[in-house]
Nanobody
Framework: QVQLVESGGGLVQPGGSLRLSCAAS????????MAWYRQAPGKQRELVAE???????DYADSVKGRFTISRDNAKDTVYLQMNSLKHDDTAVYYC??????????????WGQGTQVTVSS
């Protein structure tokens, strides 16, 4: 029922910018949080940025000051603005939404991912 669709990935030069979008089929405010994860070749998936339903944001140390997560509640869309991109930012970026239920616990929903390649 819940679908997350990412868009905006692509090839960008070092120092460039890219804006990712994640369109949700449901109301994003119904989730405890929306987040962006990424997975580079040979590495584990890591949390990049998160925005809670109340608006609080959190970022991985590696992207602080460069990336910004935001949302448009009316459009049920979450964004990730990526500036000053580095080679190390190259990865598949995944949109995530999670919901914590009293008994069943945490349930995660994932998008298919969008490739971001930073290269000259």
């Amino acid at each position: 029922q819940v679908q997350l669709v990412e868009s905006g990935g692509g090839l960008v030069q070092p120092g460039g910018s890219l804006r990712l979008s994640c369109a949700a089929s449901g109301r994003i405010l119904s989730f405890n949080a929306m987040a962006w994860y990424r997975q580079a070749p040979g590495k584990q998936r890591e949390l990049v940025a998160e925005i809670a339903s109340g608006g609080t944001t959190d970022y991985a140390d590696s992207v602080k000051g460069r990336f910004t997560i935001s949302r448009d509640n009316a459009k049920d869309t979450v964004y990730l603005q990526m500036n000053s991109l580095k080679h190390d930012d190259t990865a598949v970026y995944y949109c995530n939404a999670y919901l914590i239920a009293p008994i069943s616990g945490r349930r995660d929903y994932w998008g298919q991912g969008t490739q971001v390649t930073v290269s000259s």
